[in-house]
C-alpha cells in the first residue's frame, strides 16, 4: 500500500510537520516516527563531530601558527648562526694568516737561537782554552815567586782622587801598571805595601792650612790613609812628607791602587813620591 507523506523538518526549533492523507495507516506514522528521532539523535552526533571538526581544525590552525612562528624564529636563529659562523671562519683565516706568519717569525727566531748558541759555545771553548791556560800559569805560578815593585813620579796631568807614576824603579813580576797606577795580584799571598808623599807648599800660602793625603784601596775600598795637615807659614816655602803602610792577604787577580787623593794634584807633588809593594809569603 502506497502512503503519501509530507515532513518538513526544521532544525534550528526541532520541530516536524507530518501531514499524512487518509489513506496512511497509523503503523506507518508511528514508523516514521521512530525514523525520524533516530535521524534527529544522528543529526545532533553529526553536530557533535561538527563541532569537534571545527574545533580541531582551530586547534590545528592555531598550531600552525605556532609552528609558524616558531619556523620563523628558527629560520632567525639560523641565519645569526650562519652570520657567526662566517665571521668565525674570517677570524680562523686571520688566524691562520697570523700563525703562518709567526710559524715564519719562530722559525727565524730559532736560526737566531741557533747562531747565538753556536757563537756561545765557540766562546765558551775559548773561554775553557784560556782558563786551561791560566790554570797551567796558577800551577806555574805556585811555586816561589817574587813579585815586587816601586813606583815614583806622579802622572802629570790627572785627577787629584787617583794617583799614577811615570817612573818604575822595580817591576818584579811585570804585576804593576805605570798607565793606570793597578797593582793585579798575579799570586795568592801575603803583601806589603808602603806610600810616602811628598808635597809642595803653596807659594805664598794662600790657606793657613796645606794638607795632603791619599788612600791605599784593595778592590775598590779604602784599607789605609796617609794623611797630614800641618799649618803653612809665610816664612816657611818648603816641603813636607808623610808615609802610610799596610799589610794585604791577597787573591789572585785582586787590585790595589792609590785613591781618593787630595791636595795632590802633580803639580803640587814631589817627584820623590813613591808607591812600593812586595809579596813576603806566598799562600
Known sequence: MKCLFSILVIIGNSNVLLANNDNCRENDLNALMVRLRVLRTEFADLKIKHEELINRIDLINDTQVVLKETNDNQETELRKHREEINNASSEIKLINIKNTKQE???????????????????????????????????????????????????????????????????????????????????????????????????????VPVDRAGCFINLNGLSKVRAHIDPYAYTTDIGSYGVSTSVYLN??????????????????????????????????
Open 104 to 206: 715564519k717569525e719562530l722559525i727565524e727566531l730559532r736560526k737566531q737561537i741557533n747562531k747565538t748558541s753556536s757563537d756561545i759555545n765557540t766562546e765558551n771553548r775559548k773561554q775553557d782554552t784560556e782558563l786551561t791556560k791560566l790554570r797551567t800559569e796558577i800551577d806555574a805560578l805556585k811555586g816561589e815567586k817574587v813579585v815586587a815593585f816601586t813606583g815614583t813620579t806622579p802622572k802629570a796631568g790627572t785627577s787629584s782622587t787617583s794617583m799614577s807614576f811615570t817612573t818604575v824603579i822595580t817591576n818584579e813580576g811585570n804585576a804593576f801598571d805605570t798607565s793606570t797606577g793597578k797593582f793585579t795580584c798575579p799570586v795568592s799571598g801575603l803583601y806589603y805595601f808602603s806610600l810616602h808623599i811628598i808635597k809642595k807648599r803653596t807659594n805664598p800660602p794662600a
Open 250 to 283: 791577597l787573591k789572585v787577580r785582586d787590585v790595589v791602587t792609590i785613591e781618593n787623593c787630595y791636595g795632590t794634584i802633580p803639580d803640587t807633588v814631589d817627584s820623590w813620591t813613591s808607591f812600593s809593594g812586595y809579596l813576603e809569603r806566598q799562600v
